[in-house]
């Protein structure tokens, strides 16, 4: 394969990338935006909706790592293939066999089990076309790529947050999983045609064309002094497990809005249908559009781990400041339940536009560093463990979204929203210290570097 047909080729490889990570992505992520529907539909509570949407992180929490070690081990064309159609067989199994009809209603328990076998099966994409974006682009370009990847996952969130609840509300659970199917389906088939692996002068040849390209900033040190066939495995290294663990305790904020924001507009903010589905794509939409933005400003300037670590303090303040509206919102409402759930009224109009707008800023703000930080990690780990070492830091992002929803309903119900909120923007300050410092050799004068 010449140069021109790799540079153009590797385009494809993106697209199939972003494709599979949407495909998932409006499972995982806007399945949680039906939650009402959900829990009106399976006759189910708060508890139980945390359940279920818990297991659907759980499946792909403990997938993640076998799944990033069999990448690593079989390639990227095998491992998306069979995860794409296995996920889209068991959503149309569900599709059959899991769904409300009439006066029949699946319990808990089949539902819980669907969704946690979807998240098992789904756990293959993210290291798989991780691994494959990695390999097809040089340093100097990964972090765009992986941020286009990674802007899949709030863009297939923002297409199952406009879609899913319209479908849920007229179609039923079996128009929702059977899109959802099909969508994994025809991914597969992309897949199919054009993933397969960069020629083996070209991949041998990635860190010497990665050092001749980067200039010095402290990520292009980092990289060059991480060598892609390094012995050390990345469950070795301290600051892979770093950046993983920086990414789960991250999550908290973010998942808390993917999983319970529907809810907290529903019945805090008495949001109707149109107005939770404008918000949850504002949020993805945002997230998607500084997802891409952040991945070019961080390749620009080389400040990959300044830009993770000012995302927590930014994502801190927002939450902190969604806290504080709505505590203010359920002041104004007068008496608070029981429960902690205030309800606000037509008259507080102002007051429920400004908590969609704070759901919307934090939201993005707690997704806008996913590529950059896993562009961060698979540069640590170098590109023939980078299965491994994004199968990592999904590994603590969605064991993040199995333990949030189950987290969410008891402290609701022992508190109220504004301390649900509180405690996100606590979460989201932790990360600050678990994420590496740049190194210090960050900058080099014009002179130094001559």
């Keep these: ?24 992505s409006a499972a995982f992520s806007g399945i949680p935006t039906t939650a009402v529907f959900l829990r009106h539909g399976y006759h189910i509570g708060n508890g139980g909706l945390g359940l279920v949407l818990g297991m659907l ?24 293939l069979l995860g794409l ?44 076309s991780g691994r494959a974006v990695m390999a097809w682009f040089r340093e100097g ?21 406009m879609a899913l609840p319209s479908l849920a509300a007229h179609f039923g659970f079996g128009a929702v999983y059977g899109v959802l199917a099909a969508l994994c389906a025809a991914t597969a088939w992309f897949a199919w045609r054009w993933l397969h692996e960069p020629p083996e002068a070209a991949a041998s040849g990635a860190p010497q064309a990665a050092a001749s390209a980067a200039p010095a900033p402290a990520e292009a040190h980092a990289a060059r002094a991480v060598s892609h ?17 920086g990414i789960g305790v991250l999550c908290v904020p973010q998942l808390a809005v993917v999983t319970f924001a529907t809810v907290f507009l529903h019945d805090f903010g008495r949001v109707g249908v149109a107005g939770i589905s404008a918000t949850m794509a504002a949020v993805q939409t945002g997230a998607a559009i500084a997802r891409v933005w952040s991945g070019r400003w961080t390749d620009r300037h080389g400040n990959r781990r300044q830009y993770m670590r000012a995302c927590s303090v930014l994502t801190a303040l927002l939450f902190a400041s969604l806290a504080l509206v709505a505590a203010r919102a359920a002041s104004a409402a007068g008496a608070v339940s029981t429960s902690g759930v205030a309800g606000l009224g037509a008259t507080h109009g102002t007051l429920t536009i400004l908590l969609a707008a704070m759901v919307v800023l934090g939201g993005v703000s707690a997704s806008a560093w996913h590529g950059v930080a896993y562009t961060e990690l698979a540069t640590l780990a170098g590109t023939r463990r980078a299965g491994t070492a994004l199968a990592m830091g999904n590994t603590c992002a969605f064991m993040t979204l199995f333990v949030t929803p189950l987290a969410i309903p008891p402290l609701l119900a022992a508190t109220s929203w504004p301390a649900v909120w509180a ?6 300050l932790i990360a600050l210290p678990i994420f590496p410092r740049p190194p210090r050799v960050a900058r080099y004068s014009s002179r130094a570097r001559a």
């Design 57 to 80: 992180g759980l499946g792909i929490a403990v997938s993640e790592l076998p799944w990033g070690l069999l990448t690593d081990r079989w390639g990227d064309r095998r491992v998306l």
């Design 85 to 128: 159609l296995t996920t889209a067989g068991a959503l149309a199994a569900m599709a059959g066999f899991v769904v409300p009809r009439g006066g029949d209603v699946p319990g808990i328990v089949p539902l819980a089990l669907g969704l946690l076998a979807v998240g098992l099966l789904g756990g293959s994409v993210n290291g798989s």
């Design 1 to 24: 394969m010449t140069g021109k047909m790799r540079g153009n080729h590797r385009w494809k490889v993106l697209g199939v990338g972003f494709a599979a990570n949407a495909s998932f």
């Design 229 to 245: 066939d390094a012995p050390v495995s990345p469950l070795r290294d301290a600051g892979v497990w770093r950046v993983a663990l």
């Design 423 to 428: 405690i996100a923007s606590v979460c989201a």
């Design 141 to 161: 370009e990964r972090g765009l790529a992986m941020s286009i990847r990674q802007t899949a996952v709030p863009a297939g969130g923002g297409l199952g947050a």
